[in-house]
T-cell receptor
Framework: NAGVMQNPRHLVRRRGQEARLRCSPM?????VYWYRQLPEEGLKFMVY????????ESGMPKERFSAEFPKEGPSILRIQQVVRGDSAAYFC???????????FGDGTRLSIL | ELKVEQNPLFLSMQEGKNYTIYCNYS?????LYWYRQDPGKSLESLFV?????AVKQEGRLMASLDTKARLSTLHITAAVHDLSATYFC?????????????FGQGTRLTINP
């Protein structure tokens, strides 16, 4: 049973470009969570989604960031007009139900030039 | 608002010694997780603690939970070099039906021969 798959593993963007991060949850998991880890810090919650619904986006910056989890395909975290401060590791986690332990992917390391 | 604090943040110890990492959280939480992270890697789940007085052990690591004191500990017995990593605790916060994990800052553990 494949784990949570994130791609790309590393992403380099120039300031002002768009970054798209993808997450395919574990088979049978319909709950997806995105977290951001700045260097030398712990993970911080960004958004929680179920299929076609954003349930809680209280950790998402108000501008430039958006997330979706369509009926078909992976969850996408989209960052528009990236800035240097967006450089971080972005982790996706999934669970079969809301109150079950979350399984983490390997993360996408985003670097902004 | 749930906040989680770990201490120490940095820990350098010799092989064979024992030590404890502390994790305090500010408000009631239903469960407490411990994760290990190696540099550039994802989070590996170590323990899930669900109730007051819970104690779990795996090899040289033992985790405990005191919900009255809002304190969890991760105890390392007779440390070996392979345990060098960053250890995070995370408390679960249930808001609007969503289980969000609130992470501590992490404890970077270095074990010297």
């Amino acid at each position: 049973n494949a784990g949570v798959m994130q791609n790309p593993r590393h992403l380099v963007r120039r300031r002002g470009q768009e970054a798209r991060l993808r997450c395919s949850p574990m088979k049978g998991h319909s709950h997806v969570y995105w977290y951001r880890q700045l260097p030398e810090e712990g993970l911080k919650f960004m958004v929680y989604l179920q299929k076609e619904n954003i349930i809680d986006e209280s950790g998402m910056p108000k501008e430039r960031f958006s997330a979706e989890f369509p009926k078909e395909g992976p969850s996408i975290l989209r960052i528009q007009q990236v800035v240097r401060g967006d450089s971080a590791a972005y982790f996706c986690a999934s669970s079969p139900w809301n109150n079950q332990p979350q399984h983490f992917g390997d993360g996408t390391r985003l670097s902004i030039l | 608002e749930l906040k989680v604090e770990q201490n120490p943040l940095f820990l350098s110890m010799q092989e064979g010694k024992n030590y404890t990492i502390y994790c305090n959280y500010s408000t009631t939480s239903d469960r407490l997780y411990w994760y290990r992270q190696d540099p550039g890697k994802s989070l590996e789940s170590l323990f899930v603690l669900l109730s007051n007085g819970a104690v779990k052990q795996e090899g040289r690591l033992m985790a405990s939970l005191d919900t009255k004191a809002r304190l969890s500990t991760l105890h390392i017995t007779a440390a070996v070099h392979d345990l060098s990593a960053t250890y995070f605790c995370a408390a679960a916060s249930f808001i609007q039906g969503a289980q969000k994990l609130v992470f501590g800052q992490g404890t970077r553990l270095t074990i010297n021969p």
